[in-house]
């Protein structure tokens, strides 16, 4: 499936990806194409996958992006702790505060990439990782994430353990948690107790993603926090 946006200055991005993966890039394209004057901070993105960054700049968007394990990110990080939005850093979640001013973002998001934050130290990962974010989030920021389910990453995603990962965002500081799933009705086949979706027992990437849909995580910080 070939994922094409037209960004406002009329460069064009296309790119063949998956089902899975041109439901989220659409879904979080669509949230952001238009949005101005704010300070974002992405987890994850490839830096082959300049759509969102490159639109949210011409917004006049000051735009931040982080990946956890990726090679390409090979901007040295700030001896003076403060990341700039133009350098490309391996950062992972557990150490946002060394970098980020608290109260600073409008929005942190991520494009599949949620589902791989414990890939490094583990699943304190999300611990650590949800209570940073919270932090250096305004109040009334958001945090929205979209992610596969039943496809890969930690088991919150594999399982739909959804009432657990909802735990994780229990502090006082933020709202409801919204979960969403969509693209499921596309799935011919859902029965996932067969299928661990492991790199070492799928037979094939295109299989796995045939049996696997779209969720998106949105919950908001709250303005009156402790």
């Known amino acids: 499936?070939?994922?094409?946006?037209?960004?406002?200055?009329?460069?064009?991005?296309?790119?063949?990806?998956?089902n899975i993966r041109f439901n989220s890039q659409t879904a979080i394209?669509?949230?952001?194409?238009?949005?101005?004057?704010?300070?974002?901070?992405?987890?994850?993105?490839?830096?082959?996958?300049?759509?969102?960054?490159?639109?949210?700049?011409?917004?006049?968007?000051?735009?931040?992006?982080?990946?956890?394990?990726?090679?390409?990110?090979?901007?040295?990080?700030?001896?003076?702790?403060k990341i700039k939005s133009s350098g490309s850093y391996q950062l992972n979640t557990s150490r946002l505060m060394d970098y980020f001013d608290e109260n600073y973002f409008d929005f942190i998001i991520g494009i599949q990439s949620f589902e791989h934050w414990g890939e490094v130290v583990g699943k304190d990962a999300y611990v650590?990782?949800?209570?940073?974010?919270?932090?250096?989030?305004?109040?009334?920021?958001?945090?929205?994430?979209?992610?596969p389910i039943c496809h890969h990453g930690e088991d919150y995603f594999m399982y739909q353990k959804w009432d657990e990962l909802k735990k994780l965002f229990s502090s006082n500081i933020w709202g409801p948690v919204e979960i969403s799933e969509y693209?499921?009705?596309?799935?011919?086949?859902?029965?996932?107790?067969?299928?661990?979706?492991?790199?070492?027992?799928?037979?094939?990437?295109?299989?796995c993603e045939n049996c696997a849909w779209n969720g998106t995580l949105k919950v908001q910080k709250k303005m009156n926090t402790i």
């Open 1 to 18: 499936m070939r994922f094409k946006v037209q960004l406002s200055n009329n460069k064009t991005y296309s790119e063949s990806v998956s």
């Open 183 to 207: 693209g499921k009705e596309n799935v011919p086949n859902t029965d996932h107790v067969k299928c661990r979706h492991s790199k070492r027992n799928r037979p094939s990437e295109l299989k």
């Open 128 to 147: 650590d990782g949800i209570y940073q974010c919270g932090k250096i989030l305004k109040n009334n920021g958001w945090f929205i994430q979209d992610f």
């Open 29 to 81: 394209w669509n949230m952001f194409k238009d949005v101005k004057n704010i300070k974002i901070l992405e987890i994850g993105p490839r830096l082959k996958r300049w759509f969102i960054r490159e639109q949210l700049q011409l917004n006049n968007c000051e735009y931040y992006s982080i990946c956890i394990n990726d090679s390409d990110y090979n901007t040295e990080l700030p001896k003076d702790g």
